[in-house]
Nanobody, 121 residues
Framework: QVQLVESGGGLVQPGGSLRLSCAAS????????MGWYRQAPGQQRDMVAT???????NYADSVKGRFTISRDNAKNTMYLQMNSLKPEDTAVYYCAADSVRTYGRIYSRLWGQGTQVTVSS
């Protein structure tokens, strides 16, 4: 069974930094693309950043220059370094993995359980 587990959320003051991690566990052969999404209360879930297996990245305009996405393909792990955090970054952050190939099946998209990030003084 394949699952994604996020970690690294918490409470941070404006201007501070956090690093989120997303580890995919199970008998995984490959993952095409991974990404971070966030959802604030009463809002839709929005894309924050994505990264392909060859390292091509894409960011939401609101986080460009402040957030950095990366991944370690050998460990099936993805990271989100968040700097210069603002109160409007407060949300539940979810990781997602697309086209997850295992030795038994292909998962089109998997979601993690989410981790809370709160930016407040």
């Amino acid at each position: 069974q394949v699952q994604l587990v996020e970690s690294g959320g918490g409470l941070v003051q404006p201007g501070g930094s956090l690093r989120l991690s997303c580890a995919a566990s199970g008998s995984i052969f490959s993952i095409a693309a991974m990404g971070w999404y966030r959802q604030a209360p009463g809002q839709q879930r929005d894309m924050v950043a994505t990264i392909t297996s060859d390292g091509t990245t894409n960011y939401a305009d609101s986080v460009k220059g402040r957030f950095t996405i990366s991944r370690d393909n050998a460990k099936n792990t993805m990271y989100l370094q968040m700097n210069s955090l603002k109160p409007e970054d407060t949300a539940v952050y979810y990781c997602a993995a697309d086209s997850v190939r295992t030795y038994g099946r292909i998962y089109s998209r998997l979601w993690g359980q989410g981790t809370q990030v709160t930016v407040s003084s």
